[in-house]
C-alpha cells in the first residue's frame, strides 16, 4: 500500500463501490455494468490468503484506482463518474443485492476526517447507495474483501 507522509504521519483513504448477495455471479455485475471488478469472489469458494476460510457470500468489487493519498471525496467522485451513467441498472442490482460505497480511512495520529460538499452528498443521494465510512487504527492495513459484512443479504427481498 502507498502511505504517504503528512506533517510526520501516515495517512490513506480509499473507496470502492461493492456488491454483495448469496445469489450473485461477478461475471453478470461485469457484463451489466461494463466495467470489470477489482476484486470479485463466488460464495462457498476458499479465500486465497486463509487454509480453509470459504466465502459466506458472492461479492463484486470497484475500487477506485486512485492515490491513498488523496482525499476519500475524491475516490468517490472517480467513482461516481462511473456509476452515474448506469443508475437505473445498480438500481435494479440493488433489488436483488447489497450495494453500498464502502470507505476506509486511517491517520497515523489516529486523528483526522474529511468533507464531503453538498454537491458530492447530492450525487451520492441520487444514487440511493449506502455510503459506509470505516476508520482503522494507525498502520491498520485494509482488506476489502475481508470487510464485507458478515451477515449475507437476503437475495429475495430488497436491499435496505
Known amino acids: 500500500m502507498n502511505r504517504i507522509a503528512h506533517k510526520g504521519e501516515q495517512k490513506w483513504s480509499r473507496a470502492s463501490l461493492r ?6 455471479r461477478p461475471d453478470q455485475v461485469s ?7 477489482t476484486q470479485s469472489g463466488v460464495k462457498g469458494e476458499l479465500f486465497s490468503n486463509r487454509h480453509s476460510a470459504v466465502r459466506r457470500t458472492s461479492f463484486w ?17 472517480w467513482l461516481l463518474n462511473l456509476i452515474e451513467p448506469k443508475v437505473e441498472f445498480i438500481g435494479s442490482l440493488a433489488e436483488k443485492w447489497r450495494v ?15 468533507i464531503f460538499d453538498p ?5 451520492l443521494a441520487h444514487l440511493g447507495i449506502p455510503l459506509v465510512l470505516d476508520l482503522y487504527p494507525p498502520g491498520a492495513p485494509l482488506e476489502i474483501d475481508e470487510a464485507l459484512p458478515l451477515a449475507n443479504h437476503d437475495d429475495s427481498s430488497p436491499a435496505s
Open 61 to 77: 468489487i470497484l475500487q477506485s484506482p486512485l492515490s491513498e493519498s488523496l482525499p476519500v471525496e475524491e475516490h468517490l467522485q
Open 100 to 114: 453500498d460505497f464502502f470507505c476506509g480511512f486511517s491517520s497515523g495520529n489516529g486523528q483526522g476526517g474529511t
Open 19 to 24: 456488491i454483495s448477495g448469496d445469489t450473485l
Open 119 to 123: 454537491i458530492l452528498l447530492r450525487r
Open 31 to 37: 457484463a451489466l455494468l461494463g466495467l470489470e471488478a
